[in-house]
């Protein structure tokens, strides 16, 4: 072959390999039948369905059950498209293959400012941008739930494997009964013809398995039967009749329980230590010693006969404590430090338009002010817990995660086994919020297993251990700066804020593994985990999750600035329910009102006059305001408070009705009002708004974290209260009708809370509270 036949044969067999792998349409995501393990009776048709021996569909789920109604919503799609009743789906757990990995969760994450998302005609910078994360992330395949993403995910991809099942058995028997297959139709799961043929889908799922689907196609909205109604959780009646199976309810033959105690000192360490008399207890069997892996405190694990007899023997270990090397952390210091990095650090623009200094200079009205939010546990009802069980250079664990891939591959470094040596069984979870993104139990776990070969430990953490060890929200303060013009109409806004970057402190404690998980291909050799930084690249780059809710706000206001300063203070942070947008929001949407105030303007007035050209979020502010009475009057003593914003490609309005009790914002009645685009089951919806409420309003009033002497003041509930069923506000939701796709409602109810009864407060008492959490005795 002459060299110029070989280059132009190279070329354009690697030009074949990109078109491919740029074309590749979401069916590639649809995966062998080979990826399910198919028992009795059953069929599988791709990676997603198989059709069980009644008739009935299994569905893979690699999406974790956190409260969030996912398992019946991903369950709704299949069942929309099989034509069967949602009661006849089962679910079963999915395996690792890329094709279950979460596209979405990547592309929503990226940095685009909402209006120019709005703007986009075409393929512009936005979509195409979103294509390129899109395709690179359906090759890498990481599995995690989180984002309020799992449904976006799920919405092409689920839609598209059931869709090609059900052509695939209209197929099967148009060739087995040589009818055509557009006389057939499908009702409840079975086929039928005119002539009265008819078969169950089991009748033709093996002549299914051989017959090609042909071109596939989803159903239109008009044929929707499920879609967008209400329909029952698919999880409720096992929580109801206590069948279902947390982490913390895993049994198996002869398994021991460990107790955690970590070093009370964030990046201690244990010193001398005397196991003498805890051994000596009844039912206490062994100490082990547990390193700072996946990002935790150094401390050590009492196994026992039960959990009990190891709590007590944890307890009873005389220990020295070592204190972090690098010096005491304080949170007091950290928020002067955080001030100071406003004022001294020009930080990274993550937005700017127009000439902010240039307006500030000649503006007659300005407004400033700082706004505050401390540290935040996540305090999941389930404490961290993990079940692991080391033999013959093989793992099995049992874990409540949101990482199942990281999981295992923490698992495979710590028991120095290869990944597919690690078998993961992923169990519901009692709450995530962010706290099981991460892997520092699963390894924790494997490490006490592996001192007992062959028998199962379950290892579990104390709620004092949960609440002095977690991966917290991070502190952040922010100052804003706003101008008005002579008839009350914004000129301009200047946000700068600093707090610890929660993006590479994540990869930080968890990429390696994820390398290991996901780049084995690569022949990349990813180190041990604790203290492994060198594969995560730069660590305290630009950090989007700190900054989102600040540098992409929908206000038409035409001069603006957003900087952020990603600051490392020491104290581990991490992911908390709907992040950055958790407390941006309250600074953005209190100040919004401040300058609203300034200009003499009623606040949605305010507001609306900014959002002239997002109709969307006029829209929903329109609905929340109306729904509430907004304008109307109120019970002595009481006032509204509003505020709107955009998470996870949902939109979100609330109107908070406040009274003040004993010195704190007593809230009666929340209004949310959200654009989520299609509603998948909107009685999900609903419910995550009222729990998104009651979760925002505990962290809104009680939830801090203070850091003193290197450890973590508060310890349990009495520390950082829950807001009670009798204080707990009556909460409507109103939807805004969209045939978007669907984008996350998990999150998007929590930013909105703390704003609205902030402003609420303001309306009542003409006291601005600008630090969380509310409190009118600490500020003004």
Not at 420 to 425: A, G, N
Not at 485 to 514: C, H, K, N, Y
Request: glycine share 10%; charged share 20%; hydrophobic share 45%.
């Amino acid at each position: 072959m002459r060299r110029r036949t070989l280059l132009l044969a190279g070329t354009a067999g690697a030009s074949a390999l990109v078109v491919g792998w740029m074309a590749a349409p979401q069916r590639s995501r649809l995966g062998s039948p080979r990826l399910l393990t198919a028992a009795d009776g059953e069929v599988a048709l791709n990676g997603w369905i198989k059709i069980a021996a009644d008739g009935g569909v299994v569905l893979a789920m690699p999406r974790s059950e956190m409260g969030q109604g996912v398992h019946t919503a991903l369950a709704m799609l299949a069942a929309e498209e099989l034509d069967v009743p949602l009661a006849a789906v089962l679910i079963e757990q999915a395996g690792s293959d890329k094709i279950y990995g979460n596209v979405a969760y990547s592309v929503l994450n990226l940095p685009f400012h909402p209006l120019d998302v709005e703007r986009e005609d075409g393929f512009g910078r936005v979509k195409a941008s979103r294509w390129v994360v899109g395709k690179v992330a359906r090759e890498i395949g990481i599995n995690a739930t989180g984002g309020s993403s799992s449904v976006a995910d799920a919405w092409p991809v689920v839609r598209m494997a059931a869709a090609t099942a059900r052509a695939s058995l209209l197929g099967a028997a148009s060739l087995h009964w040589r009818l055509p297959v557009d006389e057939l139709t499908v009702r409840q799961g079975v086929i039928s013809h005119p002539s009265g043929k008819s078969a169950r889908y089991a009748e033709m799922a093996r002549f299914a398995a051989a017959t090609p689907a042909g071109r596939v196609q989803v159903k239109e909205r008009a044929a929707w039967t499920l879609i967008g109604r209400p329909a029952p959780r698919l999880d409720v009646p096992a929580k109801v009749d206590g069948s279902a199976v947390f982490g913390l309810d895993v049994r198996v033959p002869g398994m021991k329980f460990a107790a955690v105690r970590l070093c009370p000192v964030i990046g201690g360490s244990p010193g001398r230590i005397d196991a003498s008399r805890a051994l000596a207890l009844p039912g206490v069997e062994r100490l082990v010693m547990l390193p700072a892996y996946g990002g935790s405190t150094a401390g050590f694990a009492v196994i026992g006969r039960t959990t009990w007899h190891a709590r007590q023997g944890a307890a009873a270990v005389d220990v020295e404590w070592q204190g972090r090397p690098a010096g005491s952390l304080d949170s007091r210091s950290i928020e002067r430090a955080l001030r100071n990095a406003v004022e001294t650090q020009a930080g990274f623009t993550f937005h700017e338009t127009g000439d902010v200094a240039e307006v500030e200079g000649r503006a007659k009205r300005t407004v400033e002010a700082w706004y505050g939010a401390p540290y935040l546990a996540h305090a999941s009802l389930e404490p961290m817990n993990c079940t692991a069980r080391v033999a013959d250079r093989r793992v099995e664990l049992w874990a409540p995660t949101q990482v199942p891939q990281l999981c295992r591959a923490a698992a495979a470094m710590v028991a120095g086994v290869e990944l597919e040596d690690v078998t993961l069984h992923v169990t519901l979870l009692g709450g995530g919020f962010g706290r099981r993104l991460e892997v520092d139990y699963a390894a924790q776990a494997t490490r006490v297993a592996m001192d007992v070969p062959g028998t199962a430990v379950q290892l579990s953490w104390s709620r004092e251990e949960d609440t002095t060890h977690d991966f917290y929200r991070p502190m952040q303060v922010a100052r804003l700066r706003g101008t008005l013009d002579d008839e009350g109409q914004a000129l301009s806004l200047r946000i700068q804020s600093a707090g610890d970057a929660i993006s590479p402190r994540w990869f930080e404690r968890v990429l390696p593994a994820g390398l290991r998980a996901t780049l084995s291909g690569l022949q990349l050799t990813a180190p041990a985990l604790p203290g492994v930084s060198s594969l995560s690249g730069p660590l305290d780059r630009p950090d989007k999750t700190a900054a989102e809710g600040l540098f992409n706000l929908p206000y038409g206001i035409a001069h603006q600035r957003m900087d952020h300063v990603a600051t490392r203070s020491g104290v581990p942070v991490g992911f908390w329910r709907s992040v950055g947008h958790s407390h941006n929001a309250f600074f953005a949407e209190s100040f919004i009102d401040e300058m609203a105030h300034a200009a003499g303007a009623d606040p949605v007035a305010f507001r609306r006059r900014l959002l002239r050209n997002a109709p969307r979020y006029q829209a929903v502010l329109d609905l929340a305001a109306a729904k509430a009475g907004w304008g109307s009057g109120l019970p002595q003593g009481r006032a509204r408070g509003i505020a709107l914003h955009e998470s996870f490609g949902s939109i979100v309005a609330q109107v908070a009705e406040v009274s003040i009790e004993q010195g704190l914002p007593r809230v009666h009645r929340v209004v949310c009002a959200i654009d989520c685009g299609t509603v998948v089951n909107p009685q999900i919806l609903a419910q995550q708004m009222e729990g998104a409420v009651a979760f925002a309003l505990s962290a809104a009033l009680y939830g801090r974290i203070d850091v003193r002497g290197g450890a973590v003041q508060q310890r349990n509930f009495p520390d950082q209260p829950l807001v009670s069923l009798k204080h707990s506000p009556r909460v409507e939701t109103w939807i805004v009708p969209s045939e978007r796709e669907p984008a996350g409602v998990g999150e998007p109810g929590v930013p909105p809370l703390a704003p609205a009864v902030a402003n609420a407060v303001f309306a009542l008492t003409h006291r601005r509270l600008r630090q969380l959490p509310l409190a009118l005795d600490t500020d003004a």
